[in-house]
T-cell receptor
Framework: NAGVTQTPKFQVLKTGQSMTLQCAQD?????MYWYRQDPGMGLRLIYY???????DKGEVPNGYNVSRLNKREFSLRLESAAPSQTSVYFC????????????FGPGTRLTVT | AQSVTQPDIHITVSEGASLELRCNYS??????LFWYVQSPGQGLQLLLK??????LVQGIKGFEAEFKRSQSSFNLRKPSVHWSDAAEYFC????????????FGAGTRLTVKP
C-alpha cells in the first residue's frame, strides 16, 4: 500500500497563477484533510471532507477550494495564487471523522513569487 | 476553540540522555491528545494518542506520554534518546467528538548530539 500520495512534490508559481494539488489514499478511508505548514505555526487545517460527497472549511480556507472527487481522491485548488500561500501543504486521511489517527502524505512545497 | 502550546522551539540532548517535550492545551473538556513526529522532508507519523483511561500511554519507538488534567499537559518522554530520534515533534488536540477541528502546536525541533 502506498498510503497517502501527493503530487507534485514541489511547485513554483507566479502571483495570480492557478494550480491544483492532488491527493490520493489507498486505505479506504472515509475522511480526508488538507493542511498547510508554516514555520513556527504548526499545521493549520484548510479544508476537510468527512465523507465522500462532503467538504467543509477548516481554520484557514480563504483563497482555496477543494473537490472530493471520489473516496480515494481529494484535491486542493488555488485559483489565484498569492505570496502568502507559500507553504508546505499536507494531505491526510483517517478511517472515520472522529478522534482517529490521521495518516499524512509527504507534502507539497509551494513557492509563490 | 482549543489551542496547543509547545513552549520549547528547539531542544538539544545528548544521545543516551532522557528527553521530555512539553505540551500544554487549552480546552474546556478533556480533549483527545496526540503526539506526531516529522522527519526532515517527510509527512507526520503518529507516535501515540490519549483518549481516556490510563493517563500514561505508550507509543512507538519507545516514547510515552502522561496526561495530567490538573496541569492541562500532555508531555512526551523517552528514557534514552537515539540519534535517529532527531526530528520535529508536534502535539495535537482534538475536541473529542470530531477531530476535523484538530489543532497542532508549533512544534519542537529535537537535535541529538553524539
Amino acid at each position: 500500500n502506498a498510503g497517502v500520495t501527493q503530487t507534485p512534490k514541489f511547485q513554483v508559481l507566479k502571483t495570480g497563477q492557478s494550480m491544483t494539488l492532488q491527493c490520493a489514499q489507498d486505505m479506504n478511508h472515509n475522511s480526508m484533510y488538507w493542511y498547510r505548514q508554516d514555520p513556527g505555526m504548526g499545521l493549520r487545517l484548510i479544508y476537510y471532507s468527512a465523507s465522500e460527497g462532503t467538504t467543509d472549511k477548516g481554520e484557514v480556507p480563504n483563497g482555496y477550494n477543494v473537490s472530493r472527487l471520489n473516496k480515494r481522491e481529494f484535491s486542493l485548488r488555488l485559483e489565484s495564487a498569492a505570496p502568502s500561500q507559500t507553504s508546505v501543504y499536507f494531505c491526510a486521511s483517517s478511517e472515520i471523522a472522529g478522534a482517529d489517527e490521521q495518516y499524512f502524505g509527504p507534502g507539497t512545497r509551494l513557492t509563490v513569487t | 476553540a482549543q489551542s496547543v502550546t509547545q513552549p520549547d522551539i528547539h531542544i538539544t540532548v545528548s544521545e543516551g540522555a532522557s528527553l521530555e517535550l512539553r505540551c500544554n492545551y487549552s480546552y474546556g473538556a478533556t480533549p483527545y491528545l496526540f503526539w506526531y513526529v516529522q522527519s526532515p522532508g517527510q509527512g507526520l507519523q503518529l507516535l501515540l494518542k490519549y483518549f481516556s483511561g490510563d493517563t500514561l500511554v505508550q507509543g512507538i519507538k519507545g516514547f510515552e506520554a502522561e496526561f495530567k488534567r490538573s496541569q492541562s499537559s500532555f508531555n512526551l518522554r523517552k528514557p534514552s534518546v537515539h540519534w535517529s530520534d532527531a526530528a520535529e515533534y508536534f502535539c495535537a488536540v482534538a475536541p473529542g467528538s470530531n477531530n476535523n477541528d484538530m489543532r497542532f502546536g508549533a512544534g519542537t525541533r529535537l537535535t541529538v548530539k553524539p
